[in-house]
Nanobody, 128 residues
């Protein structure tokens, strides 16, 4: 059983930056592709970014490409999401996931396929 705990959420102004962290335990971190999803109020959960088990491949939703960067530190069992030039539409609860599919599959199919684990989420609010 893999446990994931997100941190780093908060309230920022448009144009500001924020870095989310997701610490994992209870599993072999380096064997999972890792991803970030988000869910805005009244909307479905959507894919944000994914990183391969090695960290060598990354994938992004079009809405965040060029602004967000996902990375992982396998020695620390932690995945990060650096968010720059934030917009009010980035406001959501951000969830970390560890999944038994490729990062590319996560980017294409979201969380519909493969076994996975989720954190409880961290709230990010961006005001204009």
């Amino acid at each position: 059983q893999v446990q994931l705990v997100e941190s780093g959420g908060g309230s920022v102004q448009a144009g500001d930056s924020l870095r989310l962290s997701c610490a994992t335990s209870g599993g072999t971190f380096s064997s999972y592709s890792m991803g970030w999803f988000r869910q805005a109020s009244g909307k479905e959960r959507e894919f944000v970014a994914a990183v391969s088990w090695s960290g060598g491949s990354t994938y992004y939703a079009d809405s965040v490409k060029g602004r967000f960067t996902i990375s992982r530190d396998n020695a620390k069992n932690t995945v990060y999401l650096q968010m720059n030039r934030m917009k009010p539409e980035d406001t959501a609860v951000y969830y970390c996931t560890a999944r038994g599919v490729t990062a590319q599959a996560m980017a294409v199919h979201g969380a519909r396929y493969g076994m996975g684990y989720w954190g409880k989420g961290t709230l990010v609010t961006v005001s204009s």
